[in-house]
């Protein structure tokens, strides 16, 4: 098996040993209720931030900067929607994490330093992330 598919292999196995732990705890249905609530509110926070993000990219734009820390926490923002709507409370989790603006924040400066600070697009512009 590759490397590439361990978390695809790790992460549902471990969703299922926690839903198993909660589920003997709180019993199935209020597991289930429990998983549909906390789908339903990541939902509704992920909208809130996605619409922030939005709004503060139209900000950047109309200053006639390039929004690129926008974008980052755009893209971060569809990853932990994305987590959130996933059954799961190790994905909800880290979907939460990833919906708070300094956690957000600290992810991007931390790429920014790993990955580099500049991005290059099709055309051949360059600008900061």
Excluded: Y
């Excluded at 992460?11 to 249905?29: H, M, S």
């Excluded at 429990?34 to 200053?63: D, E, H």
């Excluded at 939460?96 to 330093?113: D, Q, S, T």
């Amino acid at each position: 098996m590759g490397l590439l598919a361990l978390p695809f292999v790790v992460i549902p196995l471990l969703e299922i040993a926690v839903f198993v732990v909660v589920g003997d705890r709180i019993g199935v249905w209020n597991l289930v209720a429990l998983i549909a609530l906390t789908g339903v509110l990541g939902f509704v926070v992920a909208r809130m931030q996605g619409f922030a993000v939005w709004r503060q990219a139209q900000a950047s734009l109309r200053r006639g900067e390039v929004p690129g820390r926008e974008i980052a926490h755009g893209v971060m923002v569809l990853v932990g929607a994305v987590l959130l709507v996933t059954p799961g409370f190790v994905t909800d989790a880290v979907g939460f994490l990833l919906m708070v603006p300094p956690v957000r924040e600290g992810l991007r400066l931390w790429g920014k330093r790993r990955l580099g600070s500049r991005v290059r697009t099709q055309q051949g512009d360059i600008f900061d992330i």
